[in-house]
């Protein structure tokens, strides 16, 4: 074997070799990126509940009045729990003589929740203002407030954290917004007025929106069928 046959040898080894590191370097990025995908769900998990359980929390300390501005967007996934502690805590303090108030942005598919907070014992309404769309808060005896993050900017985003913050001054401003906000409309007038506009019976929305069918005729004030 000459010495030039053994350099094309070499540089073919070396070749293989620089392939097979190159097909490694790629496998390895690919995995590093699902790990990092993984943890930053586990991320986001983890910080929703927190805000979940703040929420929770913050509305045992009440003792006279809790307003909130919220999403109201149906639960789903692992939501559902952290939902149904909610209305189990709106209950109790609800008996207990706390008036609680929720806004909710002016979408039909809002019925489901606002109608699950209002049997719980909630007053709840409904207005298309600017505020509803982009703040979400609770607000607790006029002293502290509990600020929902969304994951990024847009109504759709779900809520990825809250901050509960001690402030007289932040809730007495929250709960002005909140009363100032535009055109609220109670939870049964708009039930009335999606079942005008869209024409639905209450079998539809009944079954749209996962609500009882006689509830609805009861809170529309419909001739029962």
Do not use: W
Request: a neutral charge.
């Amino acid at each position: 074997m000459n010495l030039e046959t053994g350099l094309l040898l070499l540089e073919s080894l070396l070749l293989v070799f620089t392939i097979a590191l190159l097909f490694y370097s790629i496998k390895e990025g690919r995995e590093r990126d699902k790990l990092i995908a993984e943890i930053g769900k586990a991320t986001r998990v983890l910080t929703r509940q927190e805000y979940f359980l703040t929420i929770i929390d913050s509305m045992t300390d009440a003792k006279d009045e809790i307003v909130g501005c919220i999403t109201g967007r149906t639960p789903t996934g692992e939501d559902r729990k952290m939902t149904n502690d909610i209305i189990e805590r709106i209950e109790k303090m609800a008996k207990k003589g706390v008036r609680i108030k929720y806004l909710m942005p002016k979408f039909p598919d809002r019925l489901h929740l606002g109608h699950r907070y209002l049997t719980a014992g909630a007053e709840i309404f409904y207005s298309s203002c600017l505020m509803v769309h982009n703040l979400r808060f609770i607000v607790i005896d006029e002293g502290t407030v509990v600020m929902g993050v969304p994951g990024s900017v847009g109504e759709k985003e779900a809520t990825r954290k809250g901050y509960r913050i001690p402030s007289e001054g932040l809730a007495m401003v929250l709960k002005n917004y909140f009363n100032s906000c535009e055109k609220q409309t109670s939870f049964k007038d708009y039930l009335k007025e999606v079942m005008q506009q869209t024409g639905a019976s209450p079998e539809h929305i009944a079954r749209e929106f996962q609500m009882d069918e006689k509830e609805i005729i009861k809170l529309a004030q419909l001739p029962d069928i």
